[in-house]
């Protein structure tokens, strides 16, 4: 005899809206065609917005920690400055479509899945977007700052800096992406954790090892300067620690629950 609680465990799993017809592979292609088809267009359409009608403003805002610090901007090709506001303009243009492009993707995905997996999936999707962009805003209000004063305090009195625009935006992008990325990590560990592919004994193990590469990774993927490492360091070794929080969490829950399960059997 099933107890109260397993019934609703299995009614959040079976509990879904009709489903319809199944489909064929090539109808499941056709769709995610669609799904592709749709990303572009959106992202294109921001993109000639953005660039026609603010990539200017943009582009200044984007250089204004350089412009705080009178440090001269100049283009060295003609069609440098050009091109500066269209990766500018198109960095925007993912940034704003991204919201959109997951709805559209989610549409694709829901449908086959039960109200519970769209409860959870639903909350890995919201989750991801808004670590990614945490580390985004990280990396651009705060480290990058912090990088271009010992950049300019590093080259001393004896340069003057003139940096190129394209340069400067293609130095900011490679810069705040790999923040961007990285501030996933405590949802990879849980998502790790919760299929059973790594388990809580193994994080805490290797727990100094991890560290240790993470500083390596963070010396990898930042600018060759001591505090863009640590800066990326620091925060990666705090997401890790969240990370195993979570795992030990989701451990115990399991835990917890088969032994639950365990028992309810016993007693039918």
Not at 249 to 265: P, W
Request: glycine share 4%; hydrophobic share 55%; proline share 4%.
């Amino acid at each position: 005899m099933k107890t109260n609680r397993m019934k609703k465990r299995i009614q959040g799993y079976m509990d879904s809206k009709k489903l319809g017809e199944p489909k064929t592979l090539m109808e499941h292609l056709l769709d995610f065609r669609k799904v592709l088809m749709f990303s572009v267009v959106i992202i294109l359409l921001f993109f000639l917005v953005i660039w026609l009608c603010c990539s200017e403003w943009l582009l200044s805002i984007v250089a204004k920690p350089l412009v705080d610090r009178n440090i001269t901007i100049v283009y060295t090709a003609l069609a440098e400055s050009f091109t500066a506001q269209m990766k500018v303009s198109f960095l925007f243009a993912i940034i704003l479509a991204f919201p959109l492009v997951l709805g559209k993707l989610w549409m694709f995905i829901a449908p086959s899945l039960y109200r519970r997996e769209k409860f959870v999936y639903g909350g890995v999707f919201f989750v991801a977007l808004l670590l990614f962009v945490l580390g985004i805003l990280f990396a651009y209000l705060i480290v990058f700052h912090m990088a271009i004063n010992f950049f300019v305090f590093s080259s001393g009195e004896l340069a003057t800096p003139m940096i190129s625009i394209e340069s400067y935006v293609g130095f900011m992008v490679r810069f705040m992406i790999p923040f961007g990325i990285t501030f996933e990590l405590p949802l990879a560990i849980l998502i790790l954790t919760k299929l059973q592919i790594v388990k809580l004994s193994q994080l805490m193990k290797c727990q100094k090892y991890v560290i240790f590469l993470l500083f390596v990774l963070a010396a990898i993927l930042t600018p060759p300067d001591v505090i863009s490492q640590i800066m990326l360091g620091l925060p990666l070794t705090l997401l890790y620690e969240i990370g195993v929080l979570g795992a030990a969490i989701v451990t115990t829950k399991r835990k917890q629950r088969v032994d639950y399960d365990a028992k309810s059997c016993r007693q039918a």
